[in-house]
């Protein structure tokens, strides 16, 4: 009896010292990756002329009256992936092809900043795949529409250039702080609204229906909110903010390290999951 008790108190102390390693491991931030050369100095251009007040300001708050031309960029950074209230520390890299209005993100999950579990997500000529752990999803209409949602959210945040300097972009102002985005190739009820802080002009909020993963086919309000302006590099962008669905905890956190405009993103774009050399 008394081996057996001493076995059951060594077998607990093992399990607990695993759980404790667990959740020291994901209290660890992830690593950085490493910074990126910059691309080719983009050419400016002015402003578009046809902009609300609210979004004309805030392109002025970050351009001044032109603007630089962006055909693809890349963003680094780090932030948390929230599951079930479990926080896992995450790096990302992303990128943006204007042109083709295509993305790619490159997720990987981190514990004692070793990547651990990955995510890959592309939305290429209208069309998402997504790999999860465990999930592979394609060819599925609701992923598509919300890429298309995910890829306009991002730049307006991170490349708004490559926003403003679309012209398929319709914009309508709602008051003097807030206005309405209207997408290309989306249902009008995908149309972002838009929150401008009052004293500073800059992004604030991003706010839209959006497919999600409670019940297939069903949308759902999908907020973004920015917590922190920064000079990252030599842009002023939103290096802290935070995403979550309905009223819920928010399921994610991004901090953004840098951005790089006009890279060579063609080898990712055509390659889905792994490196690319």
Known sequence: MRMLLRILAVVI?????????????????????PIMMPGDAPERVPLPDDLPEPVL?????????????????????????????????????????????????????????????RVSERFLDGQAILDLPGEHIENDPFTDA????GYWSETLAWVP???????????????????????????????FTVGFDPETGLLSTITTMRYGNVEKGR???WSNRILEWAQVGDQQLPALSETWWNDDA????????????????????????????
Do not use: C
């Not at 010292?17 to 690593?31: I, N, P, R, T």
């Not at 932030?79 to 204007?98: C, F, H, Q, S, V």
């Not at 919300?146 to 949602?149: C, H, N």
């Open 13 to 33: 102390t093992i399990v607990i010292l695993l759980v404790a390693a667990g959740w020291l491991g994901l209290q660890v931030k992830a690593a950085s990756y």
């Open 57 to 117: 300001r805030y392109a002025r708050a970050l351009f001044g009256e032109t603007m630089p031309v962006v055909h693809t960029a890349e963003v680094l950074g780090r932030g948390r992936l929230i599951n079930k209230g479990l926080a896992m520390p995450t790096r990302m890299r992303m990128y943006y092809d204007a042109a083709r209005t295509s993305h790619y993100h490159d997720f990987q999950v981190t514990w004692f900043t070793l990547p651990v579990l």
């Open 146 to 149: 919300a890429a298309v949602q």
């Open 161 to 191: 250039a490559i926003v403003f300097n679309d012209a398929r972009v319709r914009w309508e102002a709602i008051d003097a702080n807030s206005a309405r985005m209207i997408l290309p190739n989306a249902d009008d009820v995908e149309a």
């Open 219 to 221: 949308r759902e309000r």
């Open 250 to 277: 928010p399921w994610a956190t991004w901090e953004v390290e840098q951005v790089v405009y006009n890279v060579d993103v063609s080898a990712r774009l055509a390659q889905f999951g792994g490196d690319v050399p």
